[in-house]
């Protein structure tokens, strides 16, 4: 989780798994599942080797997907709004939604067993009760969630504060 770019026009950041974690999750199926379908092999097995390996191959595949997906987020404030971008190895996403009806990001945190992981989202104040949109499928731990929300949350009361100094003020004729 990072801020790719910030800038009083643009905030872009982008919320996904560093590699070394990736590795860490998916490295012991494929180095044990290796090993174990290697030695069906040369014990002679060669159907189970071939299905062992299989079934493990598409257990990494899986996995492979869901713990590789970024989230880009990007904020216009020349074009007023907000893209979600959501990419995978077999698909790309984007919502698009008018930046005047994001309202903040928050934090929503979930303890359990002994541990807090947060999770952030996005909240739009035109829907009745407010639309919340998760920016990640998995919740972390640690203080990086609540750093891109005040970077979002600062970003977006700096536009504001922009549109109410640039908005045209109403000029009274007087006698």
Same mark, same amino acid.
């Given at each position: 989780?990072?801020v790719?770019?910030?800038s009083?026009?643009?905030l872009?950041?982008?919320?996904?798994?560093p590699?070394?974690?990736?590795?860490?999750?998916l490295?012991p199926?494929? =180095?044990?599942? %290796?090993?174990v379908t290697?030695a069906? =092999?040369?014990?002679?097995?060669?159907?189970?080797?071939?299905?062992?390996?299989?079934?493990?191959?598409?257990?990494?595949?899986? %996995?492979?997907?869901?713990?590789?997906?970024?989230?880009?987020?990007?904020?216009?404030?020349?074009?007023?709004?907000v893209?979600?971008?959501?990419?995978?190895r077999?698909?790309k996403?984007?919502?698009?939604?008018? =930046?005047?009806?994001?309202?903040?990001a928050?934090?929503?945190?979930?303890?359990?067993?002994?541990?807090?992981?947060?999770?952030?989202?996005?909240?739009?104040?035109?829907?009745?009760?407010?639309t919340?949109?998760?920016?990640?499928?998995?919740?972390?731990s640690?203080?990086?969630? %609540?750093d891109?929300?005040d970077?979002?949350?600062?970003? =977006?009361?700096?536009?504001?504060?922009?549109?109410?100094?640039?908005s045209?003020?109403?000029e009274?004729?007087?006698?």
């Amino acid at each position: 989780m990072r801020v790719v770019e910030s800038s009083p026009d643009v905030l872009e950041i982008e919320i996904a798994l560093p590699g070394f974690a990736i590795w860490f999750m998916l490295g012991p199926f494929v =180095l044990f599942g %290796g090993l174990v379908t290697l030695a069906m =092999l040369l014990g002679g097995e060669f159907l189970e080797a071939l299905s062992t390996g299989m079934i493990l191959a598409i257990i990494v595949f899986i %996995g492979h997907y869901f713990i590789t997906r970024t989230t880009h987020l990007r904020l216009e404030r020349d074009a007023g709004r907000v893209s979600v971008r959501r990419c995978s190895r077999f698909e790309k996403r984007t919502c698009v939604f008018p =930046l005047r009806d994001l309202d903040s990001a928050e934090v929503s945190q979930n303890i359990g067993h002994g541990r807090s992981t947060s999770r952030m989202t996005l909240v739009f104040s035109s829907t009745r009760p407010a639309t919340r949109v998760p920016l990640s499928a998995w919740a972390v731990s640690g203080g990086g969630v %609540g750093d891109l929300v005040d970077a979002i949350n600062d970003w =977006l009361t700096c536009w504001r504060d922009a549109n109410l100094n640039n908005s045209p003020e109403e000029e009274t004729a007087g006698p």
